[in-house]
Nanobody, 127 residues
Framework: QVQLVESGGGLVQAGGSLRLSCAASGRTFSDYGMGWFRQAPGKEREFVAAISRSGRNTGYGDSVKGRFTISRDNAKNTVSLQMNSLKPEDTAVYYC????????????????????WGQGTQVTVSS
């Protein structure tokens, strides 16, 4: 199995940018489709973005389309989330997740389809 560790969270003003990273160890990283999710206090975990094993296919939640970009570097065993034009409503704990499935489809938006999770990193956007 794969172990995941997120980094890069922090406090930023509205309109600013942050880049989150997720480092993987264990099994071959390129075996895993990867996703980013977030969870704000009192809310359900929300799909943010997903990327296929090769990195050729990506998908985004409606609330982040055009502002966030997911990418991966299989040589470095990392997946990243570049977040631009941040809004206060982006405030949440962000999690990376992995699964042994390559497709970026509706199932990729469901947390239950990902067996592997990091511990999360806090992102706070001030107004």
């Amino acid at each position: 199995q794969v172990q995941l560790v997120e980094s890069g969270g922090g406090l930023v003003q509205a309109g600013g940018s942050l880049r989150l990273s997720c480092a993987a160890s264990g099994r071959t990283f390129s075996d895993y489709g990867m996703g980013w999710f977030r969870q704000a206090p009192g809310k359900e975990r929300e799909f943010v973005a997903a990327i296929s094993r090769s990195g050729r296919n990506t998908g985004y939640g409606d609330s982040v389309k055009g502002r966030f970009t997911i990418s991966r570097d299989n040589a470095k065993n990392t997946v990243s989330l570049q977040m631009n034009s941040l809004k206060p409503e982006d405030t949440a704990v962000y999690y990376c997740a992995g699964r042994i499935t390559d497709t970026v489809d509706t199932r990729a938006t469901r947390p239950s389809t990902y067996p592997y999770w990091g511990q999360g990193t806090q992102v706070t956007v001030s107004s």
